[in-house]
Each structure stands twice: as structure tokens, then as C-alpha cells.
């Protein structure tokens, strides 16, 4: 018997299954604001540089006839943000005038920024701007690095100390690094907070998700792991709301982390995981935690006359050849495992390297940097009920593999659109990009069903890593924009297909399909293939018919 129909005895998808898995989804809302903050809190204003400070033009130096005699103009007719004039060229005041050739030198004095839409970000605080503008990318680097590092200790952990406890520390960190943030006085402060508020990323989104799967019966997993792409999209809409209402980048630090604080003192009411105490041996805490649902959901007596010994047998059969040590090493042991592994490796690194490309360089677009953001939130909406639809009808398989390889086509496809068609193009990476948050958190809900529950916190611990090293990557292929603009678009495009065609391969169906508790019994399941498997479960409902028992039947 499986532990789904445990669930199932007291109460299925019920009152406590909606409010539990909403006050999970809630803190990963305000987690996406965090991922994307820097495309405010890091925007880079228009600059020029500053006028020297030995000058006493007084009554002109801060006039447009100052600044077109001492700062040179680009091809495009805008003063260079990074050169000016040894000496001021006064003859460029005439009409049709030009000074070839005129000495020109780096702005030693500073800068001057327009402070229109941003008071302050990082950037005109810390002039990461010229020589210094990869300190920008540095810092959205090193939050990525702590996401990679979270995925690797908080998946460990969750395996070993539960669910609960990594994603209780996880809140209390973000709410203390991020709030900290807010009161830095230098950047390498502030990248030291960053990377922490990146680790607690993989501690919270990880952890959230299992918790949510294995507290919901087979037939609400498909829904509830969609809820959390929703919520993902809402912390998008969300930041773009506050950004524009809260433009000091310390504020709006302040503001997003704040309410992490709130998520801890409410988080110490979350029951740990059934599944996980009964695989390590805890049943009395698992009974505990089984009653509490029960009331909950309005099976108060169904619930009390549970017993250890009822627990225990019903689950007797998915436990029996479990171990609760594990390693690393256990993702590759066995072969249905082995292969899993190495596609969701591929699978995870090419989703992210593509996601993050597009979403993280919002100021490429010529349109408002909050119309974007909004509008790649947006169209993130009806991609993820497309997506839903065709999870719960279709597949996880085909769901994921489809929005995979249109994704990486749109991404293609945009490179032969002409730059000065900037709405076409803002709406096609749009486009792409929400075909990618689906594919993300549909591969999310895909990789917790793969894996079995003795590993499935390791194992997606360990393909998160390797979607950390691909938001790493992102501004590496940004780069390569330099020396060909074809080049970003061609790499995100053609990980993303691939991607779409390994699913396609080497992974199975998970649809309705109940959760696998140990390795033995994957490998077990792919030995037997699906027929035997489902031809062995109909003769069990048959027995148990004619029978008219089963250990929880018997005692309630």
C-alpha cells in the first residue's frame, strides 16, 4: 500500500493541504524579488563624467554648453559615459564643427548620473560604471555562486535533518543578510551578503516544493507544484509594484527582505514531512503529525484511531529496503537512477543557463526597465495555465520537452528580428521566456516525482547545482555578445532544444503516478516495465475487494 492512500484516509486534498501549501508558495513570491533585484538596485543611470574640479567656468559648466565642449559625443550622438576633453573644445559651440583628433582622458573626477527615475542604485554609489561596470555582473555572480552552494548543502541537510529545519534557517538568513544589505557602506559587503541571501534560494524553493509533494496525495501533486511557478511570477509582478513605488536601493533592499522575518516566526507551525520520519524511523512523530492533518480536514476519529503498528504496515512494503545513510554516489549506483540523473544534469544546467539569460539584462530593451519586468511576468501567467493543462492531461514528459524546445526556437528566432523593431523583439523574449519559467517549475515538480524519497532531496539538491552553474554561465554568454551579437541567442537556444529532446529519450511519465519511496523499488519498477507493474496493482484492488481489508481498513 502506498503512503498516498495514507493521506488519502485522513482527508486527501483538504483544509490542511490548501493552507499549508499556501503558507509555503507565499515566501517564494517575495524569493523571486531577490533573484531579480538587482535589475533596479544595480541599474545603470545615463552618466557622463564629472568636470574637472580646478575648472571656474562657474556659470556654465553645468550647462548643455558645457557639457558639448567637454564631453565627446559617441557614434550615435550621445556624450561617451567614459571619456571627456583634456581641455574643453569651446569651437564645438559652432555649428557643423569638429575637433579631430582632440586629447581625451578618463573621468578622473567621477561621474555626473541622471537620477530621474533612480535616486540611487549600487551603481552610482559605488561608480560601477567603465572600468569598474563588471563589478556589477560580479555581484549578481556571486548571489548566483551562493544559489549553487545553497543547493548542494541545503539538499544534503534536508535529507538528513528533514525539511523543516534547512527551510526554518533559510528564512531566518534571508531575513538577516537582506536586511543587512540595506546598511552596507561597501560593495565588498555587499557581495558577501548577496552570496548568503543566494544560498538560502536553494534552501527555501527546495524544501517548499518537497514538503508540498509529500504532504499532497497523488491526485493535488500536479497542481500544488504549478502553484509554485505562480507564485515565482507574482514575486516578479510583485517587484516591479515596489521597485517603482520605492527607487532608493537601500529601501527597496530593505523592503523585500523585511517580511522574511514574519515567514520564520510563522514557520515553526509546519509539520515536518510523514514520509521523511517514517523513512527514518520516526513514527511516533509521524503519527503525531498524520492526527493533526486528520483534524484538520475534518477526520478528527479517523485520525485517532490511527496506530504505530497501522502506520508502520501500511507502509511496511515502500520502507522495507530503505537506508537512511546515503551519498552522492547513490545518484549514480544503479542504473534507471544513473540515467535520470544525467539527463535532469542536462535537462536543469541548459533551463537555467537560457531562463536567466533573458531575464537578468532587462536594460538591453529600450522600453521602461518596470514595463519589462512586468510584462516578462506577465506573459509568464499564460504560459503556466498552458502548462498546467497539459501537465495534468497530457504529461510532465511531453509538457516539459514542448515548452523546452519552443523556447529555444523563439530565442533563435528573435536574432532575425531588425533592431529597430524593439517591441517585437521585447515580446518574443518574452514570449520565451515564460515557455521557460513554465518548463522550470514544470522540471521542478518532474525531478521531486522521478527521484524516490530516500534521495529525492540529494538528488534535487544535486541537479540544482547544476542549474546554479547555468545561471553562472548566463553572463559569461552575455559577454560573447561583444564579438558576435549571434553568438548569446545561438547558445541559449540550441541548451534549451537540447534539453527538450533528452527529456524526450531517456526520461518516463510520472503522471498520476505514485510517489517512489526507495531505490530498490525504481529499479524494481523499471525491471517489471509498466504492464506487469499495472497488472499486479489491479489484481491487489481486486484482492483487497473481495477481501474487504487492509491494515488501516481493519483498525478504522
Not at 527607487?247 to 514520509?275: D, G, T
Not at 533563435?412 to 531588425?418: C, D, K, R
Not at 489484481?539 to 481489508?549: C, K, P
Request: some cysteine; hydrophobic content about 45%.
Amino acid at each position: 500500500m502506498a503512503f498516498t492512500d495514507l493521506l488519502d484516509a485522513v482527508g486527501g486534498v483538504g483544509r490542511f493541504q490548501f493552507l499549508y501549501t499556501g503558507l509555503l508558495l507565499l515566501p517564494c513570491a517575495l524569493l523571486a524579488c531577490h533573484t531579480f533585484l538587482q535589475n533596479f538596485t544595480a541599474a545603470a543611470p545615463s552618466h557622463h563624467c564629472q568636470h574637472p574640479s580646478n575648472r571656474t567656468e562657474e556659470t556654465i559648466k553645468d550647462s548643455g554648453a558645457w557639457l558639448r565642449a567637454t564631453i565627446p559625443l559617441d557614434q550615435h550622438g550621445i556624450p561617451e559615459p567614459c571619456q571627456r576633453y583634456v581641455e574643453p573644445q569651446w569651437a564645438l559651440l559652432s555649428p557643423n564643427t569638429s575637433v579631430p583628433g582632440a586629447a581625451t582622458e578618463g573621468c578622473e573626477d567621477g561621474w555626473v548620473y541622471d537620477h530621474s527615475i533612480f535616486p540611487s542604485t549600487i551603481v552610482t554609489e559605488w561608480d560601477l560604471v567603465c572600468e569598474a561596470r563588471t563589478l556589477r555582473d560580479l555581484a549578481q555572480s556571486l548571489y548566483m555562486a551562493g544559489v549553487l552552494v545553497g543547493a548542494a548543502v541545503f539538499g544534503s541537510l534536508a535529507d538528513r535533518l528533514g525539511r523543516k529545519v534547512p527551510l526554518v534557517w533559510s528564512y531566518l538568513q534571508l531575513a538577516v543578510s537582506g536586511s543587512a544589505t540595506a546598511y552596507v557602506s561597501s560593495f565588498s559587503a555587499y557581495c558577501v551578503f548577496r552570496f548568503l541571501m543566494g544560498m538560502t534560494f536553494s534552501g527555501i524553493i527546495l524544501n517548499s516544493l518537497s514538503l508540498v509533494v509529500e504532504w499532497m496525495p497523488t491526485q493535488g501533486r500536479t497542481v500544488a507544484g504549478i502553484l509554485l511557478g505562480y507564485s515565482f511570477t507574482f514575486g516578479q509582478l510583485i517587484l516591479a509594484g515596489v521597485a517603482y513605488l520605492i527607487r532608493s536601493w537601500r529601501w527597496l533592499q530593505f523592503a523585500v527582505s523585511v517580511p522574511f522575518l514574519i515567514f520564520f516566526l510563522c514557520s515553526w507551525w509546519l509539520p515536518e514531512s510523514s514520509r521523511w520520519l517514517l523513512l527514518h524511523g520516526k513514527s511516533q512523530q509521524a503519527l503525531k503529525n498524520l492526527r493533526k492533518v486528520a483534524v484538520m480536514n475534518g477526520r478528527k476519529e479517523e485520525g485517532e484511531r490511527l496506530t504505530t503498528e497501522v502506520v508502520s504496515s501500511y507502509v511496511q512494503s515502500e520502507f522495507a529496503s530503505v537506508h537512511t545513510s546515503s551519498s552522492i554516489l547513490d545518484l549514480f549506483r544503479t542504473p534507471a537512477i544513473r540515467k535520470v540523473t544525467c539527463c535532469l544534469m542536462v535537462v536543469w544546467f541548459s533551463n537555467s543557463i537560457a531562463y536567466y539569460g533573458l531575464a537578468m539584462d532587462l536594460q538591453k530593451f529600450s522600453l521602461s526597465i518596470f514595463l519589462v519586468q512586468a510584462l516578462f511576468g506577465i506573459i509568464d501567467i499564460p504560459a503556466m495555465l498552458v502548462a498546467t493543462t497539459t501537465m495534468i492531461y497530457v504529461g510532465r514528459r511531453a509538457t516539459v520537452a514542448s515548452f523546452l524546445i519552443l523556447a529555444g526556437l523563439m530565442v533563435i528566432a528573435n536574432m532575425f528580428v531588425p533592431e529597430e523593431m524593439q517591441t517585437l523583439r521585447t515580446a518574443q523574449a518574452a514570449l520565451g521566456k515564460g515557455c521557460l519559467a513554465s518548463s522550470f517549475i514544470c522540471v521542478y515538480l518532474f525531478t521531486g516525482e522521478l527521484y524516490p524519497t530516500e534521495i529525492r532531496q540529494m538528488g534535487m539538491g544535486f541537479v540544482s547545482v547544476h542549474a546554479r552553474l547555468g545561471g553562472l554561465a548566463a553572463p559569461l554568454v552575455t559577454t560573447l555578445g561583444e564579438f558576435s551579437p549571434v553568438l548569446p541567442p545561438v547558445v541559449f537556444g540550441a541548451t534549451s532544444i537540447l534539453a527538450g529532446l533528452a527529456i524526450t529519450c531517456f526520461l518516463t511519465e510520472t503522471r498520476n503516478v505514485p510517489l517512489v519511496e526507495t531505490i530498490a523499488e525504481m529499479e524494481r519498477r523499471v525491471k517489471e516495465g509498466p504492464s506487469r507493474k499495472d497488472a499486479e496493482e489491479k489484481s491487489e484492488e481486486i484482492s483487497l475487494q473481495q477481501l474487504g481489508a487492509s491494515p488501516l481498513k481493519e483498525t478504522i
